[in-house]
């Protein structure tokens, strides 16, 4: 089988690997794989997809960055599954808007709210988009071993930063009326966070007939500010590192 386009990568690359971690920066690829631990190579790196494969005992795992969004996230996963991928992970960051989550902690997705349009090319808007169970579970129990701060909910994955997510700190300082008050009907409706890919990550993966899940690090709660700081991404990545490698690792060693 040639390269598939986009991420320059062959089956017999892969080695056999089923699982792969999405991290959407490919310069956070290196710090998953040695999260992963094990024998580390990377084997591409195209546009936004950077990929490594990480080779332990309880088998192999593939770390490939999809960059920010759900057209590229839609192009990765559909490319590693035609090389015998199955299960994915998302391992990001996002913005809470629930008062009770603090910065650092993550969020385990169970379901997203579909504010992409990626999703809507592998299935219409009434289809759902659900975390796979076992992978879901992989995730809490990492969560619990690590002693990470987790919390388990939804999502709302919106393909914009700003507009879609309610900022109003943009070159026009307006949001579209559709958007005007959102935060507070999806906060009341229990949402825990925004962020960009989970929605067409679960529903592709739904669609092929495939297994994913998401975890997130907080880097921001919007009741509280608007502003990221540097220090509180630094908080927060390494916790969503830890528990999407865990989670990986647990789900490897099971199959």
Excluded at 191 to 211: D, W
């Amino acid at each position: 089988m040639s390269a598939v386009p986009h991420l320059r990568l062959t089956r017999g690359q892969l080695g056999g690997a089923w699982c792969a971690l999405l991290p959407g920066d490919p310069g956070r690829v290196p710090a998953i794989a040695a999260a992963l631990g094990g024998e580390a190579q990377e084997l591409a790196y195209n546009r936004e997809f950077r990929t490594y494969l990480v080779r332990r005992p309880e088998g192999t795992v593939v770390v490939t960055s999809t960059g920010i969004g759900g057209p590229s996230t839609a192009i990765a996963v559909e490319e590693l599954a035609q090389l015998g991928v199955d299960t994915f992970i998302r391992v990001g960051t996002s913005g809470a808007i629930q008062e009770k989550i603090d910065v650092g902690a993550v969020i385990i997705t169970t379901g997203a709210v579909r504010l992409d349009g990626a999703s809507t090319h592998y299935a219409p808007i009434e289809y759902p988009a659900v975390a796979d169970h076992e992978v879901t579970q992989a995730l809490i129990e990492a969560a619990l071993e690590t002693g990470v701060q987790y919390h388990v909910g939804i999502t709302c994955s919106s393909d914009t930063f700003y507009p879609g997510q309610e900022r109003y700190d943009t070159f026009s300082g307006y949001v579209l009326r559709r958007f005007q008050g959102i935060t507070a009907e999806w906060r009341r409706l229990h949402v825990l966070n925004y962020e960009m890919e989970s929605a067409t990550l679960l529903v592709v993966a739904s669609a092929l007939g495939l297994h994913a899940g998401c975890v997130t690090g907080v880097v921001v709660n919007r009741t509280r500010a608007e502003h990221i700081e540097e220090a509180s991404v630094a908080r927060a990545e390494p916790n969503a590192i830890a528990v999407a490698a865990r989670a990986a690792l647990r789900l490897v060693g099971r199959r």
